[in-house]
């Protein structure tokens, strides 16, 4: 697709949605299998909806980098399933009581609400087990390293730690720069990646990809922190007001609020910079809904 052809982004991101719900449903043992309460709870956080961002960027990375599902196989499908649990799983250890402590998440009781402290946590380690299962199956190593270390101490993990660290504390733009570029941006950019690498991209390509990532990740949760202020409880399917709350180091509490939009804005434009106009253009169109999303 071309830059001059219309894209329809939200038919685009509505239709792949269905499919990875589709493909989740097929990748998590069915809620009558034992141990029941375990893959009940799995499926009740993964099923429960959200915007399925980071697998979307996936397809749309691999779709842009030319990569044919058939000479593929099932690589891509595997991929984008296992890095919507990984994500689902740290939206489950985050709401638990020593983390974020939150009772409300995609509109629906959190997990350790439901089903209880423990049944969450093995929920949410679980995902994460059957996400590295499904990225050993794409075949490629490189992808399997590339999201361990994502989300590990130098990446999600990390910047959660950092977060942590940070509650009540005064930071600078430099810290709290850092905290979302690990905490969020770190999987949204290797989601990119990884549809990137499974499309065997060229080096210059996969580079520029990244930065379009990194950029998109840290408006993604820059704009997470407006809305924790400015959105609304019922699109969002959580509690608003919550960082300030809980004193926690936001974005917008660094800079204010509308050099925080401004940053946010400046991002977007940078990620597309990166991208080539000429190719497909579904990238700029996911970049630009993340810059106005209101959940
Ligand atoms: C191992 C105890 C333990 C914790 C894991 C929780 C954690 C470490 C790291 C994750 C930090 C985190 C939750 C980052 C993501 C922040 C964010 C913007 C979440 C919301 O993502 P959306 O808007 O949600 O994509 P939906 O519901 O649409 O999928």
């Known amino acids: 697709m071309k830059q001059t052809e219309a894209v329809d982004i939200q038919e685009y991101l509505s239709e792949k949605c269905r499919l990875i719900d ?119 190593t490189e992808v399997v390293t590339e999201l361990a270390q994502a989300i590990g101490t130098f ?44 499309a065997k991209a060229d080096y210059k390509t996969l580079m520029s990809l990244s930065k379009y990532g990194e950029k998109i990740g840290l408006a993604f949760q820059i704009i997470d922190d407006i809305l924790d202020i400015e959105g609304s409880q019922e699109l969002l399917g959580k509690k608003v007001g919550s960082d300030c709350l809980k004193k926690k180091a936001t974005y917008p509490g660094v800079v204010g609020l509308k050099p925080a939009r401004q940053d946010a804005d400046r991002l977007i434009d940078d990620a597309v910079s990166y991208l080539n106009s000429f190719g497909d253009n579904r990238l700029i169109h996911i970049a630009l809904y993340i810059g106005r999303r209101e959940k």
Do not use: W
């Open 155 to 198: 990446g999600m993990i990390g910047g959660q730690m950092a977060d942590v660290e940070a509650e009540g504390r005064d930071i600078s733009k430099v810290e709290i720069t850092e905290i979302h570029n690990c905490k969020t941006g770190s999987l949204i950019r290797s989601s990119v990646r990884i549809g990137a690498i499974l």
């Open 22 to 140: 589709k493909l989740l449903d097929e990748f998590i043992p069915p809620a009558t299998q034992a141990p029941q309460s375990l893959h009940q709870a799995m499926r009740y956080s993964v099923m429960a909806g959200g915007k399925r961002i980071r697998p979307i960027l996936a397809l749309a990375a691999f779709e842009y980098c030319n990569g044919e599902q058939t000479r593929t196989g099932r690589a891509i499908e595997y991929a984008m399933a296992g890095l919507e649990m990984i994500h689902t799983y740290s939206l489950i250890h985050d709401d638990l009581p020593c983390m974020d402590d939150d009772d409300l998440r995609r509109g629906q009781q959190t997990c350790h609400k439901k089903f209880g402290e423990a049944t969450a946590v093995l929920a949410g380690d679980a995902l994460h087990d059957i996400a590295f299962g499904l990225m050993a199956k794409t075949g490629s």
